[in-house]
């Protein structure tokens, strides 16, 4: 009896030993670690830092590096994350390190999420965590072959290199792990920036653009590097250094780029049992100064009682109650004319950038005649500047309201009027508007009494614009009704606003979203499942455009085009109904890995035989503008159908030189033309690059933004990464370059001559000088030619 007990006991001890090996011991090769094994983790020789998979979202993993004192998911601080745009699935999904070398992330689908892209033949090739967070891929020889250290997400470590050739990025949000709009890296300039990077502006906010030199930073410095010590004292080579408010204190520190953009160092202390993360340094003191934290058309607020405040400006509606970076909207049309408009003013408000004149001494009238005479006009700031022993008035002229804030009535003794002037519909023709404030402008200080005297006259005044807009308003809303619902001469469905809300369930299902509209699921009174766009900004889509536009939608008639069902155009509503695609959009079935080789070359040749049509066949020469994954849908049997063509551009085939007029660019990043960029003539060719460029995401299965290395160590995006590629196989024809370039779930099934044919025909459509593309009939042509 005695000795089995001590057999079991030995037993034991060989289990907690051999288990808390497996634990910190490394990676090695041929070896994973699974998603679904909890135990599947590295710690490093310390245990403060552990790695493993990190739940992010429902069913959602990301493979990450964190401090190991926080045992539950939601009291993680996560330093490093290897996949934060491409979660893996909750089964089946694992991080092996291959015979090659190569250590990847792999999802449920087979599907190759992240790899290294790194090779060795070492025999003691090992995957390590090390006592500073350090992820390291070591040849067992002292040569490290790839380090986390070089890659950061959010977070940098102690004595973590940052370099030209690094950048934090934020999160999203709280929830939400995925690369958000704010950067900090080293500018061309050697500069240490951060920037707020969305899809719609980039712009520079730390340290002021214009002030690098008087904050104490230098320019083009020969080398760009900057450091975070383990005692808590930060340098950079552009003469950035400061020390953490703890400097000198044992304690582990981090420096991050939160999702409000602000950079911080924390230090880690212990809270009740717990660790917790303590501020000791942050770049902006004043977080209403950080661009784009209200998103555009609001206001920034922040006080130390009730922190940092966004509210719309007068006349304008929260986009997404849920996320401020969206904005707010007008509620009011625009452009209007002269005799329609007035102003408001907002005394001590700042609007950072977006001024396209400026005018030296221009009174308050001159600047209102100004902005109404230019109908891209939205606002005007006005205020005065100390010149010797004299005030110069200034006035700048705004086309677009980003980055408001507050400045306060400390900034009062600088006599900093920086007055407001917001453009609003002084009319009762537009009932959505707010009634008319007309305010003057006088910068002398009076006495109390004839402020009070001019505040009753400013009363009075309002009282009667109220009665009048409530007056006009009556009398004209029977026949603004009615043209809500001028007929469009189609002989498709024209819906009411509240039939379609019904529909969707109060707009509840939601399958999409783009920047200018969001999609929902319904289903129509004849049991129809359709898809219901809903336009987000319709301030420039007036009535008989956007009738028109819905008639030429209704008129394009092709197998590959979505088709179109209906549209509601009511008040300020305007809405879109076209068939619901049982499989969705080409990207969630790229990201998923569940595209066979014929599939994707069916969805080639039909996106290219939809935009042929499109561009030379179709009564109104259609420009997509957008063409991208998101964009193609595919049906029930995995057909594509390219979808938001109508209200992209549209053209009368006699405009010759018509086509290149285009009041902003249009696209997303990665699949632009460069002509958007380069201001060059707009064709029918910047179609043809975004197809090229969706043909090489969909034979690699990589984001057409991802970086990889070509040429040595240089890193290059997706297409520059194909070319040199093929470049390189081509001349060394000792191996098929398409092997080296397919998507892994692909590999072994797909046909080599109609893939390498594919690829060629791709390369040429994104070629930098739209005359050497082809058109999107050559390249149907091309393709069936096989």
């Not at 230098?218 to 080398?223: A, E, L, T």
Request: aromatic share 10%; proline share 3%; hydrophobic share 35%.
């Amino acid at each position: 009896m005695a000795a089995s007990f001590l057999l079991l006991f030995l037993l034991t001890i060989i289990s907690s030993s051999s288990s808390s090996y497996s634990l910190s011991h490394g990676l090695t090769r041929g070896s994973s670690l699974s998603v679904e094994n909890k135990d599947d983790r590295l710690v490093s020789p310390n245990t403060r830092f552990t790695a493993g998979f990190h739940q992010v979202g429902d069913n959602a993993y990301a493979f990450a590096v964190w401090f190991s004192r926080q045992h539950t998911t939601e009291n993680r601080i996560v330093v490093w994350m290897a996949n934060r745009d491409e979660p893996v699935n909750g089964k089946r999904s694992k991080l092996s390190l291959w015979k090659d070398g190569n250590l990847v992330l792999i999802d449920a689908g087979r599907q190759v999420i992240w790899s290294t892209d790194t090779k060795s033949t070492s025999s003691s090739l090992q995957l390590q965590l090390r006592n500073t967070g350090n992820l390291v891929l070591d040849d067992g020889r002292g040569r490290t072959i790839w380090e986390s250290f070089d890659h950061p997400t959010d977070t940098l470590l102690p004595n973590q290199p940052f370099t030209k050739t690094t950048k934090l990025v934020s999160p999203r949000s709280r929830t939400n792990y995925s690369s958000g709009f704010y950067k900090m890296f080293f500018d061309t300039d050697g500069i240490l920036r951060l920037i707020y990077d969305a899809p719609e502006t980039t712009t520079t906010y730390w340290p002021h653009p214009g002030l690098s030199w008087q904050v104490g930073r230098f320019q083009y410095m020969h080398n760009r590097k900057a450091i975070l010590d383990t005692d808590g004292r930060f340098d950079s080579s552009d003469g950035l250094n400061f020390q953490s408010a703890d400097f000198g204190m044992s304690r582990q520190r981090i420096m991050r780029i939160d999702i409000d953009g602000n950079v911080r160092v924390y230090s880690l202390v212990e809270h009740e049992s717990r660790m917790k993360l303590q501020v000791q340094w942050q770049a902006m003191s004043h977080p209403c100064k950080i661009h784009g934290i209200c998103g555009p058309n609001s206001l920034c607020t922040y006080s130390r009682d009730s922190g940092r405040e966004c509210r719309c400006l007068p006349g304008y509606t929260i986009v997404n109650p849920r996320d401020w970076s969206y904005g707010c909207e007008p509620e009011f049309k625009t452009p209007c004319l002269q005799d329609e408009c007035d102003f408001i003013e907002l005394r001590h408000v700042e609007f950072y950038g977006y001024d396209v004149r400026q005018h030296v001494n221009y009174t308050v009238d001159a600047c209102k005649r100004d902005c109404l005479r230019d109908n891209a006009c939205l606002a005007f700031q006005y205020g005065f500047r100390r010149t010797q022993n004299s005030f110069t008035s200034y006035c700048f002229i705004k086309t677009w309201l980003e980055n408001g804030y507050e400045l306060g009535q400390e900034y009062s003794m600088h006599r900093l009027v920086s007055s407001f002037n917001q453009k609003t519909v002084g009319k009762s023709s537009f009932p959505n508007c707010p009634p008319p404030v007309l305010t003057t402008k006088n910068h002398n200080i009076k006495p109390l009494g004839l402020i009070l005297v001019f505040g009753y006259v400013i009363g009075f005044i309002e009282i009667i614009c109220i009665v009048v807009f409530w007056y006009f308003s009556r009398k004209r809303s029977s026949t603004i009704h009615r043209s809500n619902y001028f007929p469009a001469t189609t002989t498709f469905r024209k819906f009411t606003y509240s039939k379609l809300k019904k529909a969707s369930c109060n707009f509840r299902d939601e399958i999409g979203r783009g920047g200018a509209c969001v999609v929902y699921k319904g289903r129509l009174s004849d049991n129809r499942i359709a898809a219901i766009k809903r336009l987000n900004d319709t301030s420039h889509h007036g009535e008989a455009e956007f009738q028109a536009e819905i008639s030429t939608i209704w008129s394009v008639n092709h197998m590959n085009l979505i088709e179109t069902w209906g549209y509601c155009a009511e008040g300020k509503h305007r809405l879109v109904v076209y068939e619901y695609m049982e499989n969705g959009s080409l990207a969630e079935n790229l990201k998923n890995g569940k595209l066979e080789w014929s599939a994707r070359l069916d969805i080639a040749t039909g996106v290219a035989k939809g935009l042929a049509y499109l561009h030379e066949e179709s009564l109104e020469w259609v420009l997509h503008c957008d063409v991208k994954p998101h964009n193609i849908l595919l049906d029930a049997n995995y057909h594509p159908k390219v979808a938001d063509f109508g209200l992209s551009k549209l053209f009368d085939r006699t405009d010759i030189v018509g086509h290149s007029k285009f009041s902003k660019i249009r696209g997303t990043r990665g699949y632009m033309a460069p002509e958007w960029v380069l201001n060059l003539q707009i064709t029918s060719k910047v179609d043809v690059f975004s197809y090229g460029v969706v043909v090489l995401e969909m034979i690699t299965g990589l984001s057409p933004l991802s970086k990889h290395h070509a040429n040595g160590d240089v890193e290059v995006e997706l297409i520059e990464w194909v070319r040199s590629r093929v470049r390189e196989l081509d001349q060394n024809q000792t191996e098929c370059w398409v092997e080296k370039i397919v998507d892994r779930s692909i590999s072994g099934e797909y046909d080599r001559t109609a893939m390498e044919n594919l690829v060629r025909i791709a390369l040429q459509c994104v070629e930098q000088d739209k005359e050497a593309r082809p058109s999107m009939s050559q390249v149907v042509r091309m393709i069936l030619d096989v």
